[in-house]
């Protein structure tokens, strides 16, 4: 199979390509979202903690 | 036993635990991803009907079933929030909320882009494409309800009885193919009898599922972190945990 049937997928590239990279798009976002929400939050956390009276 | 069970629901030890999983569960996804497209891609013949078509199922039977596992402990959760009020429970069902609607527009848009060059038509209201579009408004509207509520303890326990009443759109997605004439085909794995699947196509496409489900373990993980993180902010365990980070 050369790469070029391969990417041809049959004649079935325009959908099968596009639903791969769909889901490719959509896990990363979400695996990428969450990573982003923590750095932001821990850098957040340490701004509060520089006043110290905040604890219990 | 209840010793464990305090201990695990405990917010220092659970961010810990998880901690040390997220790496693992993550390697393992990306392992088996990466050997289920493999197969999937190279490996797997065409299928004798759809030829290079079908190839869509790697990832639309992996996102559909994820879609429904995911509503499944999302609502299992809210019944732990109702009963018990565990906060941890409220954390993973939150969670759990946009990434089973992720997974529910991926096996609606995958199945779409399946059903154009197989059906001759991107959609049509049948019992099974309808009952999984409602699954993403059911998704939809915890994502809603829970931000229109600022308490979050008081969003919980109202987005857990919103879970629990759709749990009934589960079996009804499932059994959607034989209750009903649909375009969609039957199921090829959760069969009875012997799967009417050859095993060189069966075998990746299991490989993607438990791929799927690590992937959603490992960031249902790392959410459910941040989220006990920022739910104990003021906590001395948070400040040290931040310290030493």
Not at chain 2, 49 to 74: D, L, N, T
Not at chain 2, 124 to 145: C, H, K, N, P
Request: with cysteine; glycine share 6%.
């Amino acid at each position: 199979m050369s790469a070029q049937e391969f990417f041809h997928m049959g004649g079935y590239a325009l959908y099968v390509w596009p639903a791969y990279a769909l889901s490719l798009v959509v896990l990363t976002g979400q695996l990428w979202a969450a990573l982003r929400r923590r750095r932001k939050l821990i850098r957040d956390i340490e701004v509060q903690n520089r006043s110290p009276e905040t604890h219990t | 036993m209840w010793v464990w069970f305090h201990k695990f629901g405990s917010p220092r030890y659970f961010y810990d635990f998880a901690g040390r999983c997220i790496p693992w569960l993550g390697a393992a996804c990306a392992l088996l991803m990466a050997v289920g497209l493999y197969l999937g891609l190279f490996v797997a013949p065409p299928d004798y009907q759809q030829g290079e078509s079908y190839r869509i199922i790697f990832i639309h039977v992996p996102s559909a079933w994820m879609s429904m596992f995911v509503y499944v402990v999302m609502a299992s959760s809210g019944a732990v929030v109702l009963i018990w009020r565990v906060k941890l429970a409220e954390i993973i069902a939150s969670v759990s909320a946009p990434l089973g609607a992720s997974f529910t527009f991926l096996a609606l848009a995958t199945g779409s882009l399946w059903g154009k060059p197989m059906w001759g038509t991107w959609w049509v209201w049948d019992a099974r494409l309808t009952s999984e579009l409602i699954l993403l408004f059911l998704y939809f509207g915890f994502m809603a309800l829970e931000a229109a509520i600022e308490d979050k303890r008081t969003a919980a326990r109202a987005t857990a009885i919103l879970s629990l009443v759709g749990v009934i759109n589960i079996p009804i997605i499932h059994y959607s193919v034989y209750w009903w004439n649909t375009l969609h085909q039957g199921a090829t794995v959760t069969k009875m009898d012997t799967p009417s699947i050859h095993l060189s196509m069966l075998v990746p496409l299991l490989l993607m599922a438990v791929a799927f489900q690590l992937y959603y373990a490992t960031v249902l993980l790392i959410g459910t972190r941040t989220e006990l993180l920022s739910r104990e902010r003021r906590t001395r365990w948070v400040a040290e945990v931040i310290r030493n980070s």
